[in-house]
């Protein structure tokens, strides 16, 4: 009778713990979605702050795209997939203008180049002075940084969130097989003392940022859900030790957030 009643409860726990696993997945793929509307809004912000002030999208390079002016002395800029951008003049170039007997870039309007290349030169930013050109260049950046570092910011959340989202199979990884966490880390970690010691090395190194806040925690939950429900938890001692030789500002707990904290 008790057996069975240890056993019913068991696999109670073990379903709602299940079930909770799942519910953290599922909140995991909602969270990167979520960033990822996140930062395609503030993109779109920063492209209209562009728009405002002249500049439209052109050109698309590998890891950027290129927004030029229509009064070529006032540059372009050039916003990076990564959150940085920049500000640069236009470069010389010769361009098949439109004109009353051709349009832009025909047969025609090359012929006139040709004939007349003058009308076809474009000089850029080249014969715009220095102080001129960055008194302009000031103005746009007051008026698109806000929105910029909005930007830079929404892309590092996602960032930290897709790292969250494949942390605990990482974990998991290093906690069963001893795979190090580090992409190329070298061989197994064969203790399972040496496996703590890496997990607290991998939660201590997080910047002390809300990004590294949010990798800390996770760590955390793993540690609380995994590690101290095996054979070979974390000892009172050890976590001790771990927190007397931290670099991080907060100590290591595996003691359950409170919720809004």
């Given at each position: 009778?008790?057996?069975?009643?240890?056993?019913?409860?068991?696999?109670?726990?073990?379903?709602?713990?299940?079930?909770?696993?799942?519910?953290?997945?599922?909140?995991?793929?909602?969270?990167?979605?979520y960033?990822?509307?996140?930062?395609?809004?503030?993109?779109?912000?920063?492209?209209?702050?562009?728009?405002?002030?002249?500049?439209?999208?052109?050109?698309?390079?590998?890891?950027?795209?290129?927004y030029?002016?229509?009064?070529?002395?006032?540059?372009?800029?050039?916003?990076?997939?990564d959150?940085?951008?920049?500000?640069?003049?236009?470069?010389?170039?010769?361009?098949?203008?439109?004109?009353?007997?051709a349009?832009?870039?025909?047969?025609?309007?090359?012929?006139?180049?040709?004939?007349?290349?003058p009308?076809?030169?474009?000089?850029?930013?080249?014969?715009?002075?220095?102080?001129?050109?960055?008194?302009?260049?000031?103005?746009?950046?007051?008026?698109?940084?806000?929105?910029?570092?909005?930007?830079?910011?929404?892309?590092?959340?996602?960032?930290?969130?897709?790292?969250?989202?494949?942390?605990?199979?990482?974990?998991?990884?290093?906690?069963?097989?001893?795979?190090?966490?580090?992409?190329?880390?070298?061989?197994?970690?064969?203790?399972?003392?040496?496996?703590?010691?890496?997990?607290?090395?991998?939660?201590?190194?997080?910047?002390?940022?809300?990004?590294?806040?949010?990798?800390?925690?996770?760590?955390?939950?793993?540690?609380?859900?995994?590690?101290?429900?095996?054979?070979?938890?974390?000892?009172?001692?050890?976590?001790?030790?771990?927190?007397?030789?931290?670099?991080?500002?907060?100590?290591?707990?595996?003691e359950?957030?409170?919720?809004g904290?």
């Amino acid at each position: 009778m008790i057996g069975a009643l240890l056993s019913t409860m068991l696999a109670f726990a073990q379903g709602e713990e299940a079930v909770e696993e799942q519910a953290e997945r599922d909140a995991a793929i909602e969270v990167v979605v979520y960033g990822e509307m996140l930062v395609e809004q503030a993109r779109q912000q920063l492209e209209k702050d562009l728009a405002e002030a002249g500049y439209k999208k052109g050109k698309v390079k590998d890891d950027r795209v290129i927004y030029r002016h229509d009064s070529v002395w006032k540059g372009e800029v050039h916003v990076y997939d990564d959150g940085w951008y920049r500000t640069k003049r236009q470069k010389v170039k010769f361009e098949a203008i439109e004109v009353p007997w051709a349009e832009k870039g025909s047969p025609l309007a090359v012929a006139g180049c040709v004939i007349y290349s003058p009308m076809c030169f474009r000089p850029g930013g080249a014969l715009i002075g220095q102080r001129k050109f960055r008194s302009h260049e000031t103005r746009v950046v007051q008026h698109i940084n806000h929105d910029a570092e909005e930007w830079a910011e929404r892309i590092s959340d996602l960032a930290v969130d897709r790292k969250v989202e494949h942390l605990p199979a990482r974990l998991e990884d290093l906690w069963a097989n001893g795979t190090p966490l580090e992409i190329g880390g070298g061989e197994p970690i064969e203790t399972m003392g040496a496996r703590r010691q890496a997990i607290f090395e991998f939660w201590d190194s997080r910047t002390d940022t809300p990004w590294g806040e949010v990798v800390r925690r996770a760590v955390e939950a793993f540690c609380r859900g995994v590690v101290q429900h095996s054979e070979d938890p974390f000892t009172d001692a050890e976590i001790a030790a771990f927190n007397d030789r931290r670099h991080a500002i907060r100590p290591f707990s595996l003691e359950k957030p409170i919720a809004g904290n």
